[in-house]
Structures are given as structure tokens and as C-alpha cells.
């Protein structure tokens, strides 16, 4: 499998902040994730909306926990949360939409797979502003995850550009970030260094 680039929102923008960064960087990504656990499914859906109409193709969008708007807009696919309903809930209903789970253990991932996931995202691998105090799981643990599933295991947590390449050593099959893009002074260039990472790792 070609190691992915995954974005993902950071509930600090508007839809139309997001979505107007993400028309200038989408080209050079695999994925991005909408995920806006303080709103609504009404306004979860404003911000997929605002995506498509900027121009980035639906399948590049990945909502995070709504079931119901990933179907409704006939995305990528979902992104389940321990929250979120299960795999089993989801996969037989929805068989169009690529479903992820976050998983933050080995047991967790193997779980997923069983379950029938398509991939799994596990973190946090580095500390970062999103999990205060939470301690991070770290590259070697992320080795041990990599190693004992098929599904391909997207990194998540403090990742950025000058650290991106030991997370994809270690065995991840591509990253997630979200403040080293969204945050950044200037997105599209970060985005494309992160792409140039991904692809020569």
C-alpha cells in the first residue's frame, strides 16, 4: 500500500476558514477528515458541504462518528470513535463507505480488524495541545501495532514535518495531522512537505 496523508479539522475554524484551506491543499493529500465533535449533525454537514463546493472530491472526505452525514453525501467514508456505533453496526449497512476506527492499543487495532475495518488510526504518538497531560504512546508502540495487524494503521498525535519520517519508519501506513497544517502560517506549504515525506518514506 502507498503510506497515506491524512488531514483532519480541528474545531478552531468555520467551515468556510476550512474549507477554503483545504481547496488549495486537497491535491496534494489522500484524506480529510471532518471532525467537529462539539457540533451538530446540521453543522457537521454545513462543513462537507462547504468542502464539495470548494472543490474537493468527496472521495477525499472522511466524517468523523456521523454515520448519517458520511451516507447523505455519499463521501469517502467514517471515522468511528469509541463513542461512535461499532464496526458491525455500520459496515453491513453502509457497505459503500470506507470505515476507520481510532484505536489506541494493539488489542484495540486487532479488535477493529476482526470487525471488519478498512484501517484503524492509533495515537497519540507524540505529545500535543489536543490530548493535555495525556502521556504518548509513542514510536514503539506504534511499531508493535503496525506489526500485528493487516490493516493499514494511519499515526496520529503531534506529528508535523520534523517528525513525520520516524513515524512512517517505524511502520505506519501514512499520518494524520491536524494544527502542523491548519494552524500553520502558511498550509499548502506544509501540506506539500508532508506529501514529499510521505511519498519518499
Known sequence: MTKQLHLISTGKQSAEQFASICARIHPYIDAIHVREKRKTAREVSAFVAALI????????????????????????????AHHSLSVCQVKPHFPALAVGCS?????????AEKSGADFCIYGHIFPTASKPGMRPRGVESLRIVADGVHIPVIAIGGIHAGNAAQVLQAGADGIAVMSAVFLAKDPVAETKKLAHIVKQT
Open 53 to 80: 463546493e470548494s472543490g474537493v472530491p468527496p472521495q477525499k472526505i472522511i466524517v468523523n462518528d456521523r454515520v448519517d452525514v458520511a451516507a447523505v453525501f455519499g463521501v469517502k467514508g467514517v471515522q468511528l
Open 103 to 111: 484505536v489506541h492499543s494493539l488489542d484495540e487495532a486487532k479488535e
